[in-house]
């Protein structure tokens, strides 16, 4: 495995940050820069019969207010995303279905809030077994079947066993080679879960053999948060986030070598920034943000790389991509009280809890010739929908025996409309959207309201859960337009249209 400074693909990326004028670009010079005939974003109207490339980029535990394109204050500098976004379009009230990363990989894998799954609260851990059920269509199985190359990279958590605990010892017989992807090259969850080791294609590379001791957060001082455990021989926790960017880059590269008339479907699931925060040497000390803001800064860097991979590769102009992340930032009030960074804005909570900075997550999407540059997107939206808005990307199927659309998911919403026209009527289909914390708490958003079942946050900020004092509601009811903090339970004074969206909510949950 290369040293992390060592000669590699990333410095396609210094050709991409000095065309951008460099990391201290402010938003709008780098608005500018992504307008101008020079940028390597180009909006050129690429055949209109010709099916785009798909490329959804997912961060974990990344904020709102980590991109500088949505925070002018950020204390991080992502001048490769904002011109993402100032090339296409930025939503302002995206979704991931869940608080926590393994129920949103699955929701925007089929389309389906996890929930309906076995999975009902949590994450997975450690070796459990697939959570995507056998036979349910994914993005990879909808789009191999209207012709698409597919391939995943980085993060999966999703499960690597088809019964039971994963055996390393033999091919693995589930993972992303078993729902649909042609080509896989990952980690099998976090980078604080062991075990420590690359996949390749269902196999180990190299399986996890020997054992590392524990590390401290760096909130306590430490190197960097993970658990003691298994780890494959030469497996770096710094290297992941590149290698994954770098394995990308090379199937970008093959794709356009290949030239074999096929789009591509690329799922780059990033290890950042969740802990631990690990920039490499030439990023410490980039944010005022301290290892968090470090880290942010190498995410938008290494995604810039893999976008002039892209645009050298000739495949850019006819690329539907997608950056989003997982859930909210792990970044509690004592985090931004002392870096001076908002990274989940102002929205109350952070990662795993039930309330706005939980769920709501950066979403940007280029698409030349389609979205037009600059768009802002105010309309509610989530992951889910990421499914059904592939798939209607690509068209239809080549394959009489594939399953349609209708057969998957059930809580997807067909965005191209909404991105091509600003076309709202499709997202009347959906009568709410769930939202789930860690601990299992749901929440029902429909317009401006939205209902919390329980009292708490049901996830990282106290109280997770705490009991109803008396007279008081069991329930939080929230109206965002005039209260976008989630400052006052109104439950008490509007019973009716709590008792409305408590139907809602049951009505979806009963819809298996």
């Known amino acids: 495995m290369r040293k992390p400074n060592a000669p590699s693909s990333r410095s396609v990326g210094l050709v991409w940050l000095s065309l951008l004028g460099g990391m201290a670009l402010t938003v709008t010079d780098s608005a500018t820069a992504a307008m101008s005939p020079q940028s390597p974003i180009s909006?050129?109207?690429p055949e209109s019969s010709s099916r785009p490339n798909i490329v959804i980029v997912l961060a974990d535990?990344?904020?709102l207010g980590d991109l500088s394109c949505l925070n002018p204050n950020a204390a991080t500098a992502t001048p490769n995303l904002d011109r993402v976004a100032a090339a296409g379009a930025r939503f302002t009230?995206?979704?991931s279905p869940s608080a926590v990363c393994s129920p949103t990989r699955y929701g925007i894998l089929t389309g389906?809030?996890?929930?309906?799954?076995s999975l009902k609260s949590g994450v997975l851990w450690t070796n459990d077994p697939l959570?995507?059920?056998p036979d349910r269509p994914t993005i990879a199985t909808e789009l191999a079947t209207r012709g698409y190359e597919t391939a995943f990279i980085g993060k999966w958590h999703l499960g690597l066993g088809a019964q039971g605990p994963t055996d390393w010892t033999a091919p693995l017989d589930g993972g992303p080679h078993t729902v649909g992807f042609e080509?896989?090259?990952?980690?099998?969850s976090s980078l604080d879960i062991p075990p420590y080791c690359w996949f390749r294609d269902g196999a180990g590379d190299p399986s996890p053999t020997t054992t590392i001791e524990g590390s401290k957060h760096r909130r306590q001082d430490g190197g960097g948060f993970w658990r003691a455990g298994a780890i494959g021989e030469g497996f770096v926790h710094q290297e992941v986030l590149a290698r994954s960017v770098?394995?990308?880059?090379?199937?970008v590269q093959n794709h356009a070598k290949a030239n074999d008339g096929r789009p591509l479907f690329l799922e780059l699931c990033l290890s950042a920034p969740h802990t631990p925060w690990l920039p490499t040497d030439r990023f410490q000390g980039t944010s005022t943000a301290g290892h968090y803001g470090d880290f942010v800064n190498e995410i938008d860097f290494e995604v810039g790389r893999l976008l002039a991979a892209l645009e050298t590769s000739g495949l850019a102009e006819n690329t539907l991509f997608i950056f989003t992340s997982d859930n909210g930032s792990h970044w509690p009030v004592a985090d931004r009280q002392r870096w001076g960074h908002a990274a989940n804005l102002d929205w109350r909570g952070q990662k795993a809890d039930i309330h706005e900075a939980g769920h709501r997550v950066p979403l940007l999407v280029r698409w030349p010739s389609v979205v037009a540059p600059g768009t802002t997107i105010k309309e509610t939206v989530c992951l889910t929908d990421l499914y059904a808005t592939s798939i209607a990307a690509a068209g239809e199927s080549e394959s009489a025996t594939a399953p349609p659309p209708s057969q998957?998911?059930?809580d997807s919403i067909n965005l191209v409309p909404l991105l091509a026209e600003g076309n709202t009527a499709g997202l009347a289909d959906r009568t709410g959207i769930v939202h789930h914390s860690l601990d299992g708490m749901f929440a029902v958003r429909v317009g401006d309201w939205k209902l919390i079942e329980g009292l708490g946050s049901g996830g990282f900020t106290a109280p997770k859960r705490r009991a109803a004092k008396e007279g008081e509601p069991t329930v939080q009811l929230y109206n965002l337009a005039t209260d976008p903090r989630e400052t006052k339970n109104i439950a008490a004074r509007n019973p009716g249209e709590v008792a409305r969206l408590q139907a809602i909510l049951d009505r979806i949950r009963a819809d298996d």
């Open 131 to 133: 959570l995507i059920e």
């Open 408 to 410: 998957g998911g059930e």
């Open 61 to 63: 535990d990344l904020g």
């Open 93 to 95: 009230d995206a979704h």
């Open 112 to 117: 389906r809030y996890c929930w309906r799954s």
């Open 183 to 188: 080509r896989s090259v990952g980690i099998p």
């Open 43 to 45: 909006s050129q109207s």
């Open 246 to 251: 770098d394995e990308s880059i090379a199937v």
